[in-house]
DNA sequence: GGTTCAGTGCAACCAAAGGTTGCGAAAGGT
DNA sequence: ACCTTTCGCAACCTTTGGTTGCACTGAACC
């Protein structure tokens, strides 16, 4: 089912706020917590917070430029969080496939049993 | 990018116990608060707050039998939820190609003007 | 060199969410 | 009738996302 890493990286792209920094960084390219922050509904300081947690599960790295420091995404730990989303996905779209077919053998049996 | 309702479906299944929760409705069927909280390592009033919780996003709905509530799974909403997940880590998929072709070209004129 | 300005980090504080315990009410089995 | 099981509600605790306020540092400008 689910690891406790794996619960790491579902909680930290859970959160709607961080969906959204990932995407900022991935089609603005790199960004500080001020800039990201610029173009969110948040402060600076929740940003910064936010980029702390994106970090410590490696989602992120930062990288220091003088006082500036520049986040980038980490391509392959994105891409490693992007596989557990599409793997829960499918799981749950072969269940639901599974219950559909049973849900139709009911259905058959029940209308072929009709004319008794 | 993202909607309110999108949101609303993401911190729905965003939490692991919820998750789990779904996962176990899928595999064994409907069934109460008190016997998948058998099934977790929380107790039952946490899962039944859960229960509240996906049961207002329209994820699972209960049907009343006696003394019990049974909770099922939407089918329908769940496969939704599902095409979410997918279009976001389509995105993100999508975009990562696009910085690693960037990059390739990049790379590929640094090494072509490298004897100078 | 000193002042000013933008970017950061740290600490205190607040509200919402996940989790717990404790209790009273209602449906079932004996 | 009694006891058990399941549920719902209320109070409480802890974590987390968010805020404000302040002190610090690198860069630019005089």
Redesign the pocket.
């Known amino acids: 089912m689910s690891t406790a890493v794996d619960d790491e990286l579902w ?1 930290a792209i859970g ?4 969906r959204t920094m990932i995407d900022l960084l991935l089609s603005d390219g790199p960004g ?4 990201l922050s610029r173009r969110l ?6 940003v ?4 702390a ?1 994106l970090d410590r599960v490696g989602l992120i790295h ?1 990288e220091p ?6 986040y980038q995404v980490d391509e392959a730990q994105l891409a490693r969080a992007v596989a557990q989303l599409s793997a829960v996905g499918a799981t749950w779209d072969a269940r639901l496939r599974r219950i559909k077919r049973i849900a139709e053998a009911i259905e058959r049996s029940r209308t072929d049993s009709e004319g008794e």
Chains 1, 2 share one sequence.
């Open positions: 909680s959160d709607p706020t961080r500080t917590a001020t800039s509904p948040v402060t600076r300081q929740a910064s917070k936010h980029l947690v930062a430029a003088g006082r500036e420091r520049h």
